[in-house]
């Protein structure tokens, strides 16, 4: 036998201390913490750590009837040692032992705790306090505590929002309930079965039924809609009378099946619209030579009758990672063609001018390219810039559609933040694939999944759950009953026109996709393919190649 093994030291009383306490966290074990506590009084020089578990231990405990009454008494009798030792409570110290105080139904202390943290306090710093107000029925301290968390940025989720919906809804507060089903709707794409549960109750009340406006200017209520960014109004309750909530489901058309409701595709609002495109265009100019990206906000100014932007070199490099793929301008002019054939409009095509030089140097594309560049349809981006900038500008600020497999992921998107972005993406995103050298453009969602306030005051609400594709998803959907028999007539008016008019967009995807294109071995030529846009006045040119 080797004599190098050596056999293991016996642990320390602080390490077999430790280890001992590390197990009772992991289990959950009080009656066994309380026991180590005792035996270590005298022995070992309590840490921050050590009587943030012991805490951890008792906040876990009080959800246990039968362990409950001796966590809080031993909970609040380590806070009072971890004090008289003048160690300094930290964040988790301050959860766990406001955990302990809403256990007692002592809301204000939690909340007295929480506060004492400052800016450094968390979700769940302040969760105990207002889950406890919630819980003994007292809203408007609930609603204090909401406040305080907003003023110190701190984000509520939906478990926060879903317990100020529910006091909300046992007090009455109509006008508490309508700003937490907006705020649900802005904080959460889909509902929990126990918040559906809740909105249900409200709806089925005799309040529900009584409060709403009977009369309201429809105008501004569609204008609120636009600006807004489409699927709520924010005006109040619309309507009088009893509701009916029933479980429905949506059409892939975004129609909803009971109350044929159309739901929308959800934008942000007009005033995060123009701050999103500030803020890209700060970035650029930050990043960018700034009179090249000046240059060119003050061309799109000039010509802003753009429906779709085109970033060409995701669209011309798609699949072209292989022994003989290169820049494919075959791809990106079918993908051009396939845009203007569905709303007679041509897109802005982005496209890095070096890229831009070396195809014009080909005679089969040079035609082509310098129609599209007199024609305004292309756009060439300065030599030593990032096209990313001015793709993204220019989707934006125009408030149109953006052709793009690209997930926006990497540090430029980064830099703007995600807290409307992802919105953004939803409604304005076209990705696209090729089929047999047909483009296939996989448009923006006929609607969003998220809670929806229609002009006629009805709401629908997407419960949450795994689905195998939007339209088996379940909804809730809330009409007053006359509203509901309104768009029923409605529907039966226009349902032959639907019909007809759905042949009639068959028959044009059908011509669409008949026209043949050139191979990408091919001749392209320019001839038919840009087109002539509408007379404009003059504007000055493109910056010279």
């Keep these: 036998m080797d004599k190098a093994k050596k056999k293991k030291k016996n642990p320390t009383p602080e390490v077999q201390f430790r280890l001992s306490l590390d197990n009772c966290s992991k289990t959950k074990d009080l009656s066994t913490a309380i026991s180590l506590y005792e035996s270590a009084l005298s022995t070992i020089r309590f840490s921050n750590n050590h009587f943030n578990s012991f805490l951890y231990i008792c906040s876990n405990a009080v959800s246990d009837p039968s362990t409950k009454k001796p966590a809080i008494e031993f909970g609040f009798r380590i806070f009072d040692h971890m004090v008289s030792s003048n160690v300094t409570p930290n964040e988790a110290t301050v959860t766990a032992v406001a955990r302990l105080a809403a256990a007692t139904d002592d809301g204000d202390k939690a909340f007295e705790l929480a506060k004492g943290m400052g800016n450094c306090g968390k979700l769940r710093t302040y969760g105990p306090a207002l889950f406890c107000y919630c819980k003994m029925g007292e809203a408007d301290k609930a609603y204090q505590v909401e406040d305080h968390m907003r003023s110190i940025g701190l984000q509520l989720e939906e478990a926060e929002l879903v317990g100020l919906l529910k006091v909300s809804v046992e007090k009455e507060r109509e006008e508490k309930v309508y700003q937490y089903l907006h705020k649900l709707r802005m904080s959460v794409r889909s509902v929990s079965e126990s918040a559906a549960e809740i909105?249900?109750?409200?709806?089925?009340?005799?309040?529900?039924?009584?409060?709403?406006?009977?009369?309201?200017?429809?105008?501004?209520?569609?204008?609120?809609?636009?600006?807004?960014?489409?699927?709520?109004?924010?005006?109040?309750?619309?309507?009088?009378?009893?509701?009916?909530?029933?479980?429905?489901?949506?059409?892939?058309?975004?129609?909803?099946?009971?109350?044929?409701?159309?739901?929308?595709?959800?934008?942000?609002?007009?005033?995060?619209?123009?701050?999103?495109?500030?803020?890209?265009?700060?970035?650029?100019?930050?990043?960018?030579?700034?009179?090249?990206?000046?240059?060119?906000?003050?061309?799109?100014?000039?010509?802003?009758?753009?429906?779709?932007?085109?970033?060409?070199?995701?669209?011309?490099?798609?699949?072209?990672?292989?022994?003989?793929?290169?820049?494919?301008?075959?791809?990106?002019?079918?993908?051009?063609?396939?845009?203007?054939?569905?709303?007679?409009?041509?897109?802005?095509?982005?496209?890095?001018?070096?890229?831009?030089?070396?195809?014009?140097?080909?005679?089969?594309?040079?035609?082509?390219?310098?129609?599209?560049?007199?024609?305004?349809?292309?756009?060439?981006?300065?030599?030593?810039?990032?096209?990313?900038?001015?793709?993204?500008?220019?989707?934006?600020?125009?408030?149109?559609?953006?052709?793009?497999?690209?997930?926006?992921?990497?540090?430029?998107?980064?830099?703007?933040?995600?807290?409307?972005?992802?919105?953004?993406?939803?409604?304005?995103?076209?990705?696209?694939?090729?089929?047999?050298?047909?483009?296939?453009?996989?448009?923006?969602?006929?609607?969003?999944?998220?809670?929806?306030?229609?002009?006629?005051?009805?709401?629908?609400?997407?419960?949450?759950?795994?689905?195998?594709?939007?339209?088996?998803?379940?909804?809730?959907?809330?009409?007053?009953?006359?509203?509901c028999e309104s768009n029923n007539k409605q529907h039966a008016s226009v349902e032959a026109f639907e019909v007809s008019e759905l042949v009639c967009s068959d028959q044009i995807e059908d011509s669409c996709h008949s026209d043949s294109f050139a191979s990408q071995n091919g001749l392209i030529r320019c001839s038919g393919l840009a087109g002539k846009r509408k007379e404009r006045s003059p504007s000055p040119s493109h910056s010279s190649l």
Aim: aromatic share 12%.
């Design 199 to 483: 909105i249900h109750s409200w709806f089925g009340g005799e309040v529900a039924a009584k409060v709403g406006l009977s009369d309201w200017d429809m105008g501004q209520v569609k204008e609120a809609i636009l600006q807004n960014g489409g699927g709520w109004h924010g005006r109040g309750w619309l309507g009088k009378g009893k509701w009916t909530v029933q479980r429905s489901r949506i059409a892939p058309d975004g129609r909803c099946l009971t109350c044929r409701e159309q739901l929308v595709c959800v934008d942000i609002d007009k005033a995060e619209t123009e701050r999103f495109a500030e803020a890209v265009a700060s970035l650029a100019m930050e990043r960018e030579v700034h009179s090249n990206f000046k240059e060119f906000q003050d061309w799109l100014e000039q010509h802003s009758e753009y429906d779709a932007v085109v970033d060409a070199a995701n669209v011309g490099l798609y699949q072209q990672n292989f022994a003989e793929g290169g820049f494919s301008i075959a791809q990106l002019v079918i993908v051009v063609k396939e845009l203007h054939s569905r709303s007679n409009k041509w897109p802005l095509v982005v496209l890095h001018k070096k890229r831009l030089r070396a195809l014009l140097e080909d005679a089969c594309y040079r035609e082509l390219l310098e129609e599209w560049i007199n024609e305004k349809v292309l756009y060439g981006t300065p030599f030593g810039s990032n096209d990313d900038w001015y793709w993204l500008y220019a989707a934006v600020k125009r408030k149109c559609l953006l052709v793009t497999n690209d997930e926006m992921r990497d540090h430029i998107f980064e830099l703007l933040g995600s807290s409307f972005f992802a919105i953004w993406k939803e409604r304005h995103q076209v990705k696209y694939t090729f089929v047999k050298g047909e483009p296939k453009l996989l448009m923006p969602p006929t609607y969003s999944a998220v809670i929806q306030e229609s002009e006629n005051g009805s709401w629908h609400v997407p419960l949450s759950g795994e689905v195998a594709e939007e339209s088996s998803r379940i909804w809730l959907c809330i009409t007053r009953q006359a509203s």
